[in-house]
């Protein structure tokens, strides 16, 4: 073989490669493009006021309303609860299995944090009917444990394997030379962990949580299935309410193709992936800000 | 110059990682207020023996050790022995400058913090004598608020061991503490220790001979977990008594 | 962390009269209690999946029978089986891993073996981040508006199976990527240094070198798609189809839609409560068998690359 045929032989399945890895960046630039295409035309029948703003969602009346202020809410709130309480647990966890657990242990106990993680979400929303819904209602004397109390707990146990998971590689990243440092200054094993490792562990900490807030503002099945679906801004957590998701996946498939309810549907979807992609930008913020700070 | 009471008094201690023998019976005197070198080849088991006597070994999967260390006549390895305590009587060195990652300031103010020292006109006269007493407060005092990890390697640990005095130790346990450290970091780090032992009993393990014969006022040669030969300094490195201390101090081996 | 000691020292206790400094009350109850916490925690958290576990199994395993894998549902799904749903969900898996695997793995071997700090470089990360970050629902709407109408393909097993390749992508990007940062640098140097260009040097060391991890990583991504409903809702999952789908081009059955649909829209839906127990528990079987799968082989490869 001469030598220019192995370097022609070299550049082709460079080329393919390069071709090939691009997917990515066309399959995100599709998104982005096919979401306004179709999500924009709403705004010839609504102004970015009322869409936004707007407190009643009647897609199908005539006229329709397309007010996504009580969507809007009831994301943000079964984010924020489902946080609040998923939050603490992770990174009890996190700090379980990076310091605290015996190493034979551990190898049994982050696999099934993973599994938990696997947990297909549709079951999940089922378990909130069957299972937490019931037991609300009668705990509670309400008209429907469909709520977003249950749709938090559920998604709160959706986001735990992925704060905890992140949490713990943060923390397990925490050279031993600071704990050794630490505990040869007297602390305690919850000193350290306290106010070294954690302190130390910070920017990953934060970035795992943000992540997991990224998640559940995206997760769709939980709330379909376990949020009640009222468009409604709710009250008390016993509330129902219709998260952005929800409501997509709930009324796109009795929407004809090219209707202003699509459109709308649509725009619910850009307003989606414009939060996840915030948070989502936030994160590398914290990701690279965290490596400066370290030196 | 065997002091009336040691500090330390260790007899007949052996300790074992899993089936590997690290420590072989070893039996020593640490004189206070003096500056003792453990010696000897890597692997020797000197910077294990050092880690015994703050119970750092606790954390070594594994680790089984047998015998006695008393500090000030009391056993440390006894029941009822409160590790915190005594970590907070037996400061520590390490290797690699390892200051934690927030100011100067936070760094030499952690332990006296976790005693429970909440005043901060306190703390602050704390920080700075301890940084006094590690010679690195004449190049800090305006910056006690900027990032520990911007000092440089040399600074770093003087920085640790003023961290470590500042819980007001007994005696301070180095490991090794220049070998990260260039030649101007090491002389400055040297030339404290001498000072440190006005005030500390220090015990310091060194990779470097001449370290040691600088200075240490005795020095322990170890081989394969066994503890050799122990003297004054000047002795072990003029005349010493058996052959393989002979052998190590003159380059034959290791 | 447990240490086991023997002491002969007690003996000698009473003699000195050295003492400890005084350690403030409180810190070591209070190192007790979180760490108790911390245990509970754990605790809690094993407890919970084995309670959903045991539940599940225990309402679900009456209704697991052979014909119940291998029947259509029948009198408007209130009887029957689930035998389409199963062969749909694993026609969906294959498709979307037809379309992730190779571009996962083509990409990964871009970001490590070609890859230089350049701004083509940096925006195909970038791609790849913002994909794992995109909610489900939204990679539904994409499916929808590209593949079953703009490209004409209608709702069908191509559209819902690419759309949850689409969602697969950035999952086996990571995967393969760490399989292929983890092969040693001396297995590339020794192979450039028999005169093996790039690409025979890839592909003939590197990427058998990988495999195994990469085929983990596959695995474990079937465990995220198999149980994803979101995205298939409105590109391609059927509601009720009798047959098996024998082209693209025809819409398909799936476990995950047909759990709703039979706890939401269902012709009765407490009247199914058996059927729905039993669809859970074979989606639950597959998605978490595959994953445990994936997890006991990647488990074992990392001990093998230790020795």
Redesign the interface.
């Known amino acids: 073989m001469k030598d220019s045929d192995t370097l022609r032989g070299d550049r082709i399945p460079k080329r393919v490669i390069t071709v090939l890895a691009s997917t990515g960046m066309a399959i995100m630039l599709f998104i982005l493009y096919f979401l306004l295409r179709e999500g924009l035309p709403v705004l010839r029948h609504a102004s970015l006021g009322e869409l936004l703003l707007g407190s009643y969602w009647y897609p199908t009346y005539d006229p329709p309303e397309f007010g996504m202020f009580p969507l809007v809410v009831g994301s943000l709130a079964v984010t924020a609860l489902a946080s609040l309480l998923a939050v603490p647990v992770s990174l009890g966890l996190a700090a379980f299995i990076s310091e605290v657990c015996p190493r034979s242990l551990r190898e049994i106990f982050k696999p099934i944090l993973e599994v938990l993680g696997f947990f297909p979400s549709v079951v999940l929303g089922f378990i909130g009917m069957v299972v937490i819904a019931p037991w609300l209602q009668e705990r509670f004397s309400i008209l429907t444990g469909l709520n977003l109390m249950n749709a938090s707990i559920l998604m709160g146990i959706m986001i735990v394997p992925v704060v905890a998971s992140l949490a713990e590689d943060a923390m397990a990243a925490v050279p031993k030379d600071l704990r050794d440092a630490a505990y040869a200054l007297g602390s305690t094993r919850w000193e350290t962990i306290s106010r070294v490792v954690i302190p130390s562990a910070l920017p990953g900490i934060l970035q795992a949580c943000l992540l997991g807030v990224m998640r559940a503002v995206g997760e769709t099945m939980v709330v379909l299935m376990a949020s009640g679906g009222a468009a409604l801004v709710p009250r008390s957590v016993l509330d129902p309410v219709r998260p952005l998701t929800s409501t997509i996946a709930a009324e796109m498939g009795e929407t004809p193709v090219g209707s202003d309810h699509y459109f709308s549907l649509f725009f619910a979807g850009i307003l989606l992936l414009v939060i996840t992609l915030g948070i989502n930008v936030a994160a590398m913020w914290v990701e690279r800000r965290g490596m400066r700070w370290r030196g | 110059m065997p002091a009336a009471t040691p500090k330390f008094l260790v007899r007949?201690l052996n300790l074992h990682y899993g089936e590997h023998h690290a420590l072989k019976n070893v039996e020593m005197d640490i004189a206070p207020k003096s500056v003792t070198a453990f010696i000897g080849p890597s692997g020797c088991g000197k910077s294990t023996f050092l880690r015994c006597l703050?119970r750092?070994?606790?954390?070594?999967?594994g680790?089984?050790?047998?015998?006695?260390?008393?500090?000030?006549?009391?056993?440390i390895?006894?029941?009822s022995?409160?590790v915190?305590?005594?970590?907070?009587?037996v400061?520590?060195v390490?290797q690699?400058p390892?200051?934690?990652?927030?100011s100067i300031w936070e760094n030499v103010a952690?332990?006296p913090r976790?005693?429970?020292i909440r005043n901060k006109t306190v703390l602050q006269e704390i920080v700075e004598s301890s940084l006094k007493g590690a010679a690195l407060w004449e190049e800090v005092q305006d910056k006690l608020h900027t990032?520990a990890?911007?000092l440089s390697g040399g600074q770093q640990q003087r920085l640790?061991i003023a961290?470590?005095i500042a819980?007001?130790p007994e005696v301070l346990l180095m490991d090794e503490p220049t070998s990260a450290l260039d030649p101007l970091g090491t002389a400055r780090i040297e030339e404290l220790v001498r000072e440190l032992k006005e005030r500390y009993t220090v015990v310091i393990v060194t990779h470097n001979m001449q370290q040691a014969a600088r200075i240490s006022d005795m020095t322990c040669f170890f081989l394969m977990g066994e503890t050799i030969e122990m003297g004054p300094t000047q002795e072990i490195f003029t005349s010493p008594q058996d052959r393989r201390t002979e052998d190590y101090i003159t380059g034959r081996f290791g | 962390m447990k240490t086991t000691r023997r002491s002969n020292g007690s003996a000698h206790a009473s003699q000195g009269a050295g003492t400890l400094p005084e350690v403030r009350a409180g810190r070591v109850v209070k190192d007790k209690l979180v760490t108790a916490l911390l245990w509970c925690t754990m605790g809690g958290i094993v407890l919970l999946l084995g309670g959903i576990l045991t539940f599940l199994s225990a309402r679900g395993a009456g209704v697991l029978s052979w014909d119940f894998f291998l029947e259509p549902p029948r009198e408007a799904m209130t009887q029957g089986g689930v035998y389409p749903a199963i062969v749909g969900t694993f026609q969906l898996i294959l498709v979307s891993m037809a379309f992730a695997f190779p571009m996962g793995v083509a990409t990964a071997v871009y970001l490590v073996e070609y890859a230089r700090d350049d701004f083509f470089t940096r925006t195909v990360r970038l791609a790849i981040r913002s994909l794992a970050g995109v909610p489900s629902v939204v990679f539904g709407l994409f499916g929808l508006s590209f593949f079953a109408v703009f490209l004409g393909f209608g709702p069908c097993l191509l559209s819902a199976g690419l759309t949850l390749g689409c969602l697969a992508l950035p999952i086996m990007v990571g995967a393969a990527e760490s399989a292929l940062r983890s092969v040693p640098q001396d297995y590339r140097d020794a192979s450039y240094a028999m005169g093996a260009t790039r690409w025979q040097t890839i592909y003939k060391v590197v990427l058998p070198a990988a495999f195994p991890s990469i085929l983990t990583g596959g695995i474990l991504s079937v465990g995220r798609v198999a149980g994803e409903t979101a995205p298939i809702i409105f590109t391609g999952a059927a509601f009720y189809a009798p047959h098996v789908a024998r082209s693209l081009f025809q819409e398909v059955m799936a476990l995950p839609y047909h759990i709703l649909v039979l706890a939401t829209a269902g012709t009765n839906i407490e009247m199914t409560r058996p059927i729905q127990y039993g669809t859970v528990l074979v989606l639950l079987i597959i998605v978490l068998g595959t994953t445990l799968i994936g997890i006991l082989w990647r488990a074992r490869l990392r001990l093998k690359n230790v020795r």
Do not use: Q, W
């Open positions: 007949a703050n750092m070994n606790d954390f070594i999967l680790c089984r050790v047998e015998g006695e260390i008393k500090l000030d006549g009391m056993d390895y006894a029941a022995t409160d915190i305590a005594l970590r907070r009587k400061g520590m390490f690699r390892n200051p934690f990652p927030s952690y332990g976790l005693h429970g990032p990890l911007a640790c961290r470590a819980v007001e």
